[in-house]
């Protein structure tokens, strides 16, 4: 299989996560696609191939000679629950000339390069798009290809010399339970990228400090036609909350290094109402101040009303990698003599968001993320351009040389 036969092949499974499950993984057809990597695998000399209890598949392939570090790949298996994943029908441009795309006629839906920039950097470049009616799972079965296409080169072309390398395929990325289960003393590898990302000349070691907040109102539901000085609705505090968060710290209001607070669920009533809450900042003493605003606003709304109104949850989901890769800077500069030697012109951005590798960053292994030509994640407007995703192949190639 070529890298193009091998993507189209893994986004016919429906792969789609459930942050509501309580099951790990999250899906359990998740599953499917992880023993195809594995067979996939092993009929390439990857004899340790497997998938775990947990849904996670690692493999070894097998150093030959070489005396490079012993490098990890990572991709996730998993697709976002914001959009569908079953059934998807991707549809191929080939050398695209810079004009709009139309991605589905009857919804009349398109991709026009005005609305996603990005476009303009793809003329000439191969293309796969939706039909308009799922997402695509570019995000991140592009990285599962790429590291697959890279393992298959490896066993064709056994003169290449090199270390070991670690691959891992992880379910439940796009929920934040990715590396909950994963075993890094049985990864054994010095370092590892995720590939995990857009514009193939943007790598990212800087992300989001995460968390989570759950914000539970227990209201005062009485007759309305008995309300005057008795009634407290709790949705209508639910609403007097969020207008108390900052104006500007609205999402649709940032971008670059900016910080959010993001209310993505709000359900309820007049007895009951529940509001989730992502907080996101690249600086960690902001994102502080951003929690101390949440536990501000209960405080007074608590003794506004006279009692125990508002129940206050936030998790840590986490944190900025920068602070450890800055440490081990090496692992940049080795990716960044990678990508220039396939002639792309490197820049570190800042992911408005998080990977796997943020995370494992903190449990022992530094793990930046490297693009892969993705655009327009968890939606009917997703597409890849194939161009990017076979210049991370290469870009792999030249990591893994001593």
Do not use: W
């Not at 036609?225 to 609205?250: H, R, T, W």
Request: hydrophobic residues 35%; negative net charge; aromatic residues 10%.
């Amino acid at each position: 299989m070529n890298i193009e036969e091998r993507f189209l092949k893994y986004v016919s499974f429906d792969t789609q996560s459930d942050e509501y499950s309580n099951t790990t993984p999250s899906t359990l057809k998740q599953l499917e696609l992880g023993k195809e990597l594995v067979k996939e695998m092993l009929e390439i000399g990857i004899s340790d191939a497997h998938l775990d209890e947990y849904g996670i598949v690692y493999g070894t392939i097998k150093g030959n000679g070489g005396q490079g570090d012993v490098i990890g790949f990572i991709a996730h298996m998993d697709t976002s629950p914001d959009a569908s994943g079953t059934n998807i029908k991707p549809q191929k441009i080939t050398n695209y000339d810079g004009s709009i795309i139309t991605i589905n006629k009857e919804l009349g839906l398109t991709l026009d390069p005005d609305k996603f920039n990005i476009l303009n950097k793809m003329i000439g470049h191969d293309l796969i798009t939706t039909d308009g009616t799922t997402l695509l799972g570019a995000d991140d079965k592009a990285g599962v290809a790429i590291i697959m296409d890279l393992a298959n080169y490896l066993y064709e072309h056994p003169e290449v010399k090199h270390n070991d390398i670690k691959i891992a395929f992880t379910p439940d990325e796009e929920v934040g339970r990715g590396p909950d289960n994963f075993d890094v003393k049985k990864f054994n590898a010095q370092y590892a990228y995720t590939l995990d990302g857009g514009d193939i000349e943007e790598y990212n070691y800087e992300n989001f400090n995460a968390y989570s907040a759950k914000v539970e109102i227990t209201g005062k539901s009485i007759h309305p036609g008995d309300a005057k000085n008795k009634m407290v609705s709790a949705i209508n505090v639910a609403i007097e909350f969020e207008n108390m968060l900052p104006e500007q710290m609205k999402p649709y209001y940032t971008d670059n290094y900016d910080g959010f607070n993001h209310l993505h669920h709000l359900e309820g009533g007049c007895q009951k109402a529940t509001m989730e809450y992502i907080i996101r900042n690249h600086d960690y003493d902001i994102a502080q101040k951003q929690i101390a605003d949440f536990k501000r606003i209960k405080t007074y709304l608590d003794e506004k009303y006279g009692y125990e109104l508002v129940k206050l949850d936030i998790q840590e989901s986490y944190l900025n990698m920068a602070k450890i890769i800055k440490d081990n800077y090496y692992i940049i500069d080795n990716l960044n003599q990678a990508m220039t030697k396939v002639g792309i012109k490197a820049q570190a951005t800042p992911i408005r968001g998080g990977t796997d590798g943020a995370r494992l960053t903190f449990m022992g292994l530094p793990c930046p993320n490297i693009g892969t030509g993705g655009a327009n994640f968890h939606g009917p407007f997703e597409f890849v351009s194939l161009t990017m995703m076979k210049q991370a192949v290469e870009v792999l190639k030249e990591l893994i040389k001593e």
